[in-house]
């Protein structure tokens, strides 16, 4: 009989669970494999909509998903990793719930690291022992806890004593601090309306990053859209400001300045998993693990590594593809392929990914969105952020849920229940009633006159204790199975209608840009004077679009380049021809950040991988004014065209 084949994945976030899905489908057909996936928890979360859970937008359980149900013939194991034997193949398990007592070692054939990430506080001490995170499902309901906690205290402080509880200081102005922010900032103002003495004046929320922008993964416009937003709701942003130390009641910014504040919040910074530290493979600087493009541990035959602890490169562009929930997707389907090829001798595929889209929700129904080059701000960007993030959650049940939190929270404010998620008196309440029943047999032995020890033929001369009754629950009140049934009917076909009219919406507005509708007004848009454009030098310069969604107008920004010579002018679209980043100038012209392509002054092509030069745009000058036709063109092509 041949050997059975053993893939054993560690990991259950999203590169885990999708290559577990791949390859068990897989197994099922290729005899003598077995797949099995270790996980710390029990349940997959979809982290996207981690902050909403911090908020009270979503409930907890509504994001997380069984791991068993997920799966089909896939053995889950519950467990933490103690070690990882590559020269052995074999890895060490423990689990328990005190002390960790039980111990296990798995042989594998082929072995799949896919343990994601962990919060980085770059060996500031102070702020890891008294910040909070935003990794995990517990860590959201301990941030919700604390605030709810927050606003109880200074309902009782006077005044002068409320500054520190209702200060609340954010760490990161990525994609994971400013959607926090955001509905931290939405939600403690709710909630303080329910507080007779706490004064929402009093509130104050700060966001705070070294760097001179907010969520630099988008481009800059939509990151200054994202900026104004956040400040016009009384969010005070500090750019160019790091955070050196943090106590139970201050946090102390660059420059020595100090915040009073209980409340701090790290999403600054991500690091791989400290077990890979372990390992004797090759590591980046971050401490990932070095794949090459197959997805392959270099020197270790059958061991793959995906998603944030994986250094997967860009053969294109040389570096490396970044940590997202989209790549890991990728990475887990596309290392399931190799896996399997090589388990049947086939050919393997090395990864190439580019991003479809980021969004960032911004709380009140705003975001920004940047979906296959095409900028969005404002609700029409957080609907997209909503909706393509519904379609994404794993099962019906869940997208059912989520939908329903998302209506009722439009109707109904936010709860502000304080669940407490563990007793700290749990063990001395069972010493208390130890001793409550020793004094109790003390004083019936008292009372029998005397304080002899029971013996033996004592006990048998006891009357036998009463047997404790068994409540029957009446069949009247139980739930019979055919209502059972009906409620679940009932479910399903709300949830496919829910789902059905929000994917005939997605389908029609927001998949693919040659299905979208959008139709330009005719009418140009002013740019700015033109004897403001000075001579020889490039200026770049927003215009606001207005466009037809289908649910009426709204207006994007976009951003073109004006190069003047005299009397002649040539406007470019800012959209790199490739695959949509924002055209920087450069000293000699124009250059694309993101892979390398540069253009002349003239606009023509003079390196990278562009397929062409940049794209030009209709222009007038009336009364004094620079007009411009704005469009949109159809990247990746060798030829212009127009697709909106």
């Known amino acids: 009989m041949a050997e059975t084949v053993h893939i054993v994945i560690l990991g259950g976030g999203f590169g885990g669970i999708y290559a577990g899905l791949r390859l068990e489908k897989m197994a099922a057909v290729m005899e003598g494999v077995k797949v099995t996936l270790i996980s710390r928890d029990n349940f997959f979360v979809f982290t996207p909509m981690l902050h909403e859970v911090s908020s009270g937008s979503i409930q907890t359980r ?33 689990h328990g719930l005190r ?14 690291i896919a343990l994601g990430s962990i919060t980085n506080f770059y060996g500031l001490e102070n702020v890891e022992r008294h ?39 954010v760490a990161g102005a990525g994609f994971a601090g400013v959607e926090l922010v955001a509905d931290l900032n939405d939600f403690v103002h709710e909630a303080a309306r329910h507080y007779r003495h706490v004064d929402p004046e009093r509130i104050k929320v700060v966001l705070v990053d070294p760097g001179q922008r907010i969520l630099p993964e988008l481009s800059e416009d939509l990151g200054q859209f994202a900026l104004a937003k956040l400040r016009a709701r009384g969010i005070e942003v500090r750019l160019g400001t790091r955070i050196e130390d943090a106590s139970e009641t201050e946090v102390t910014l660059s420059g020595g300045r100090r915040i009073r504040t209980r409340s701090l919040i790290w999403t600054a910074g991500v690091a791989p998993s400290p077990i890979l530290a372990t390992l004797p493979c090759a590591h980046d600087q971050r401490g990932r693990i070095l794949t090459n493009e197959f997805l392959e541990v270099p020197g270790y035959e059958n061991v793959w590594a995906i998603g944030d602890c994986a250094a997967v490169p860009d053969l294109r562009s040389g570096k490396t593809y970044p940590p997202t929930a989209q790549h890991a997707i990728r990475q887990g389907r596309l290392v399931a392929d190799n896996i399997a090829a090589s388990i049947m001798g086939g050919q393997k595929r090395a990864f190439v990914y580019d991003m479809k889209g980021q969004f960032a929700s911004l709380g009140r129904r705003s975001g920004v969105a940047n979906l296959y080059g095409i900028k969005f701000s404002g609700f029409f960007a957080w609907w997209l952020w909503r909706t393509i993030y519904l379609f994404k959650l794993p099962q019906l049940e869940r997208k059912v849920r989520v939908a329903l939190d998302w209506t009722l929270d439009l109707i109904f404010p936010r709860d502000i229940v304080k669940l407490k998620t563990f007793s700290p008196v749990l063990i001395p309440r069972a010493m208390e009633m130890g001793a409550a029943l020793v004094m109790s047999q003390s004083r019936s032995t008292d009372q029998h006159g005397g304080t002899e020890p029971e013996t033996t033929s004592d006990k048998t001369k006891r009357a036998p204790e009463e047997p404790m009754p068994v409540v029957n629950v009446p069949a009247e009140h139980s739930i019979p199975e055919s209502r059972r049934s009906f409620l679940g009917l009932m479910m399903g076909l709300m949830g496919a209608a829910i789902t059905g009219v929000l994917g005939v919406l997605l389908a029609r507005f927001s998949l693919f840009p040659a299905f979208k509708k959008f139709s330009i007004e005719e009418d140009w848009t002013d740019v700015t004077p033109v004897d403001d454009i000075p001579d020889g030098e490039p200026v770049k310069k927003a215009v606001v679009i207005s466009q037809d969604g289908g649910w009426g107008r709204f207006n994007t920004q976009q951003l073109v380049w004006i190069v003047k010579n005299g009397d002649h002018l040539v406007v470019y679209s800012a959209i790199c021809p490739h695959l949509g980043c924002t055209i920087n100038a450069a000293d000699s012209g124009f250059i694309c950040p993101c892979h390398g392509s540069a253009w002349a002054r003239d606009g023509r092509k003079l390196g990278g991988p562009t397929p062409r030069g940049m794209d030009t745009l209709e222009y007038r000058v009336k009364d004094g004014l620079l007009q411009v036709r704005y469009r949109f063109f159809r990247q990746g092509v060798p030829d212009k065209h127009v697709i909106a």
């Open 62 to 94: 509504h994001i997380t998903i069984p791991i068993r149900t997920i799966f089909r013939c896939c053995d889950v194991q519950e467990a933490e990793i103690e070690s990882i034997d590559l020269v052995n193949r074999r890895v060490v398990t423990v």
């Open 99 to 112: 002390d960790r007592e039980h111990c296990h070692a798995i042989e594998y054939t082929h072995l799949l």
């Open 131 to 169: 910040a909070m995170t935003l990794k995990t499902i517990g860590d959201a309901i301990v941030l919700r806890n604390h605030v709810i906690d927050m606003l109880e205290q200074a309902e009782i402080e006077p005044p002068e004593g409320q500054a520190g509880l209702l200060t609340f200081v």
